[in-house]
């Protein structure tokens, strides 16, 4: 019997620790903690609530756009405005690009290290490769003479010494299973994938002005302005550009990414059966079809107990968050579950000191996440949440997607409650959402063409005309999962701001019922063949794509005030 901790544990975004009680080379059980404090929702208190979104879209550069997106849906739920058309395209838009880049850098160069195996890429055959990369894709890079390129780059690379992020990786593990010839494939495709996501990405500098963190988000709409005879606006150059820049990113994800993907998983049939968790699934919907959010691409729903035979209605006065296990105290006692209007942010670090080598205590609190539960029950959120509800939903291009890589595999849609299944979902989800992109440019050129150029409604901009209090709920499908912004604005100003993110849902310790979180659980059943080099925990806690910026930020533990930020 082994407890062994991982921390930090690294290719994820923020600080995350993770440990594990290992009995007979497998996982017995696990505890995720969060290791900085989230402050944003205190920063919140007191400000004007059409200004919340360029608050919180600074919770996290990597979810750029997200919270932005969340923040003025909640506030304008919560005064009742409807945007226009154009605006509901172009935010659409906008996530679209947001989340095929996000997944790629994903699988490439978060995640794919823990099957890819660098090291032995350099005794690969560069003629070899080209084989078989030209046996998966007509991808144009694909020559024995570009692949030997590659090498001789990684191999000039690791001679220098300077390994950066990739002298403590675990090569020549057991668990790599990865032949050299598909490990030179995949650090190949990883450079170019670095290329890559920066291509894609001028969508935002296009619609957002920037990225990361946008600035053309409005509480009613956007500003992004569209004007078919200024330069300066969304015109019909504009509009082709768009549709290149989709058309680029497409031909990557189709001819690359998903036969990596697929060549990939074909040598790892075991971890379809590993890392199943909790088998509990939500989705909030993401990609409104109308601006009365009443119909969505992929839609809204819960699946409980790994049953796809029964979509259940998402209703977010279900959500609610305990702080049992967590460093922070509820007015009313910690044993109790609140619903984010009623969210209180009290931080109360009771954990280790310095050197923090100490391991969680029976009973304790142990992470700055709270332990968020749908209707009593702990969720799994995420690309494989969004693909299942789907899928059990019978939305055609996801269903036929899943299909087609499950039959490519060879197995079954058990398969898809699992480590492999979360790292495959995010492919499916990346390949359908670029099937869909020139669809949605189309349908904002035609709605240009017939002259409405509106992109924002202001009807209720003037603050005189808000009720004296409200209540919204903002919902959000991040490229991570679930995300919900609740407001509870008073004369005027916010008077309570929560959020309720994915890595939130996914990386909660324990409830008050001891439940574990969704890492937690998946984790366990992990087989370890050396727990000094745990890397088939990584595979798990990584098919996840933990982002810790938007679960936790920074506070000091003596409460001492840090800095004041004034607006004037």
């Known amino acids: 019997m082994a407890k062994i901790a991982i921390d930090p544990i690294t290719r994820i975004e923020g600080h995350l620790r993770i440990e594990a009680q290992v009995d007979g080379n497998t996982v017995s059980d696990a505890w995720s903690t969060g290791t900085m404090f989230r402050g944003m929702e205190i920063i919140l ?65 978060l995640h794919a290290l823990d099957w890819v195996d660098i ?45 950066g992020p990739f002298a403590n990786g675990y090569w020549g593990h ?69 549709k290149t820049w989709f058309a680029e990113a497409r031909g990557f994800v189709e001819k690359v990414y998903i036969p990596d993907v697929l060549a990939v998983a074909s040598f790892y049939k075991d971890w379809a059966g590993i890392g199943a968790g909790l088998g509990n699934y939500l989705s909030y919907g993401e990609f409104p079809l109308d601006v009365n959010y009443s119909q969505f691409f992929l839609p809204r729903g819960v699946i409980l107990a790994k049953d796809l035979s029964k979509v259940l209605p998402m209703d977010h006065q279900k959500v609610a968050e305990y702080v049992t296990h967590s460093w922070y105290d509820y007015k009313g006692g910690d044993q109790n579950a609140l ?103 189309d349908a904002l050129s035609e709605n240009i063409k017939r002259g409405d150029l509106k992109v924002h409604n202001g009807e209720k901009w003037d603050p005189a005309t808000w009720p004296k209090e409200a209540k919204g709920f903002g919902f959000f499908e991040a490229p991570r999962g679930s995300l919900g912004h609740w407001v509870w604005i008073k004369d005027g100003a916010i008077q309570n701001y929560q959020c309720v993110v994915p890595s939130t849902w996914n990386g909660s310790p324990r409830d008050a019922q001891g439940r574990r979180g969704a890492w937690e659980e998946a984790v366990v059943g992990t087989p370890v063949a050396d727990p000094e080099r745990p890397l088939e925990i990584l595979r798990t806690v990584h098919s996840f794509d933990p982002c810790m910026a938007c679960s936790v930020h920074v506070t000091d533990t003596t409460g001492r005030e840090m800095l004041r930020v004034r607006v004037k």
């Open 174 to 242: 057991p668990a790599y299973k990865l032949p050299p010839e598909a490990n030179l494939m995949a650090v190949a495709h990883y450079l170019e994938a670095l290329d890559w996501q920066r291509k894609i990405i001028r969508i935002h500098a296009l619609l957002g002005a920037k990225n990361p963190h946008l600035q053309t988000y409005l509480v009613g709409g956007m500003a992004t302005p569209i004007d078919p005879n200024s330069q300066n606006a969304i015109n019909a150059d504009k509009i082709a550009m768009l």
């Open 45 to 109: 208190r007191g400000r004007d609530p059409r200004d919340a979104w360029v608050f919180t879209q600074r919770i996290c550069g990597v979810c750029t756009t997200v919270h932005a997106g969340t923040s003025v849906r909640a506030v304008e739920n919560a005064l009742g405005i409807t945007i226009p058309y154009n605006a509901n395209v172009l935010r659409n838009l906008i996530e679209n690009a947001q989340f095929v880049q996000d997944h790629v850098i994903h699988f490439y160069h």
């Open 119 to 163: 090291v032995s890429a350099l005794s690969a055959d560069p003629a070899g490769t080209a084989k078989l990369q030209q046996s998966i894709s007509d991808w144009p890079l694909s020559s024995a003479t570009y692949f030997k390129g590659v090498q001789d780059r990684v191999k000039a690379f690791v001679e220098s010494g300077q390994l």
């Open 339 to 441: 619903h984010p209007w009623d969210g209180e942010t009290q931080p109360h670090y009771t954990g280790p000191q310095p050197p923090y080598d100490q391991m969680v205590g029976e009973g304790a609190k142990y992470s700055w996440l709270k332990a968020p539960r749908y209707d009593n029950t702990p969720m799994e959120v995420g690309p494989l949440s969004r693909m299942l509800v789907a899928y059990a939903s019978g939305v055609k291009p996801v269903k036929d997607t899943v299909d087609f890589v499950l039959k490519s595999l060879g197995v079954g849609p058990e398969a898809l409650f699992s480590t492999l299944g979360r790292t495959a979902a995010r492919a499916v989800e990346a390949l359908v959402l670029m099937q869909a992109a020139e669809g949605w440019v």
